[in-house]
């Protein structure tokens, strides 16, 4: 959004009603698995005058735009007399409040996920429905979690109760679909071609490019500058890694120094998606930064054990103080991506606050696969609808799905109920 066409977004938005100075909202939710170490991630105060704790330290310049809340629970990732599973029923009810029915075959059963509910209200206003990311491949059929498919596993986001959406887990094919050509026809070695013989996709714009900044004013010069810059950054930066050979599957655990791309493939995603939002291609996504129950090593911040063999850590305070390092390793690259949403102007604020981005995890201690007092912040200002700066703490047991409904609210894709809902948590405003 440039300040040349202002004009024309401040009469579109006051002819609908719009408080939101024509800005689109953005939603979306970013996963991280095995819960958390608690008392390194809940606020001690309440209220505007909140601490941050070892892993929400990273969040620290961001501060005023974060809601901690403390007390929502996914009570349908209980096993409900289905056994084993927390894994898996953690990320199928996240954003569904569904419990998912225990097959590892094709009969699968959960519900529609909330950014899905939006996608079908709001989706053909953008060239893409929705964004699903993730940077784990994972299976997406057959058994993973004692008895649950993998595809409750993989997958957050439902288009139905029978029909998960893939997430992308190609960085390259993400860059594509948002700027590439997007043909579905397209054959791997065509693509292939086609990325060997083109400089960059910017190459085909520049001139236009060229010839359209000579007609903005100074502030609209930089912003699209600084824009083609960045998607060209990426460009480059998925060049280089396509020049090195992909990590080995998770389960070999014993080469750790193969994850150390872990992070640039997570930046690289962030990097994307908000590119996504910034361009209005989507305004609805979902993000796995690693699913649940997974076992990554994490050598490059010194932590060779798995992810989850340490969750279960039997209040062993070494374990704990490792499980609060991964942790925070997660908070600081979710702080990187506030750093991209913050660093771009959107009329007299930022992208920033025109989202409203939901991080956390279905599993709030991993060592006792508990689904109560879930680690949840919710990150923007949802173009002046949300009141951040705060530490909420909720009604124990206050269903997940209450937030969701109300964050589809402030979407303009309203929803009677999701899953579980018994109302919308209007506190947030």
């Not at 009469?11 to 100075?21: F, L």
């Not at 993989?154 to 700027?179: C, G, H």
């Not at 939901?358 to 508990?370: A, R």
């Not at 997940?400 to 609210?409: A, G, K």
Request: aromatic share 6%; hydrophobic share 35%; with cysteine.
């Amino acid at each position: 959004m440039l300040e040349a066409m202002a004009p024309s977004l401040r009469a579109a938005a006051a002819a609908a009603g719009s408080a939101s100075g024509g800005f689109p909202k953005r939603l979306a939710y970013v996963y991280v698995p095995n819960g958390k170490n608690m008392a390194d991630w809940t606020p001690k105060s309440v209220g505007a005058d909140f601490d941050l704790p070892l892993i929400l330290e990273p969040l620290a310049g961001h501060r005023k735009h974060l809601t901690v809340i403390t007390g929502l629970a996914h009570q349908q990732a209980y096993a409900l007399g289905d056994g084993g599973g927390d894994h898996a029923r953690a990320t199928a009810a996240y954003l569904t409040g569904c419990h998912p029915k225990k097959t590892a075959g094709a009969d699968l059963r959960l519900g529609i996920s909330a950014d899905q509910i939006a996608a079908g209200r709001i989706g053909r206003q953008t060239r893409l429905p929705s964004l699903e990311l993730s940077c784990d491949s994972g299976k997406r059929t057959g058994a993973c979690d004692t008895g649950y498919s993998c595809a409750y596993q993989f997958n957050l986001a439902w288009k139905s109760a029978t029909q998960p959406v893939n997430p992308e887990v190609d960085p390259r094919a993400v860059f594509e679909r948002l700027f590439g050509s997007n043909d579905p026809e397209e054959t791997k070695e065509a693509r292939a071609k086609r990325i060997l013989y083109r400089k960059s996709i910017l190459d085909f714009v520049h001139e236009d490019a060229k010839q359209f900044q000579s007609k903005l004013g100074a502030t609209d010069r930089r912003k699209l500058d600084e824009y083609l810059t960045a998607v060209r950054e990426i460009e480059g930066r998925l060049d280089r890694a396509e020049d090195n050979p992909p990590p080995p599957p998770e389960s070999i655990v014993s080469k750790p120094g193969k994850f150390e791309k872990y992070e640039e493939h997570l930046r690289l995603m962030f990097d994307m998606l908000a590119l996504a939002f910034q361009t209005d291609s989507t305004r609805i996504s979902t993000f796995i930064m690693a699913h649940d129950g997974s076992n990554r090593p994490y050598p490059f911040i010194g932590v060779s054990e798995g992810h989850h063999e340490l969750s279960h850590h039997r209040n062993d305070a070494d374990k704990m103080a490792l499980i609060a390092k991964i942790n925070r390793f997660h908070t600081t690259q979710f702080a990187y991506f506030l750093d991209k949403l913050k660093a771009v102007k959107e009329g007299e604020g930022t992208l920033l606050d025109n989202c409203m981005i939901v991080y956390g995890s279905g599993i709030s201690d991993g060592n006792s696969h508990s689904h109560e007092d879930l680690p949840v912040l919710l990150a923007g200002g949802g173009a002046g609808s949300l009141t951040p700066g705060r530490h909420l703490k909720l009604k124990e047991k206050t269903p997940m799905t209450n937030l969701h409904l109300s964050l589809l609210d402030r979407m303009g894709a309203p929803a009677e109920r999701i899953g579980d809902s018994t109302g919308k948590l209007e506190v947030i405003g």
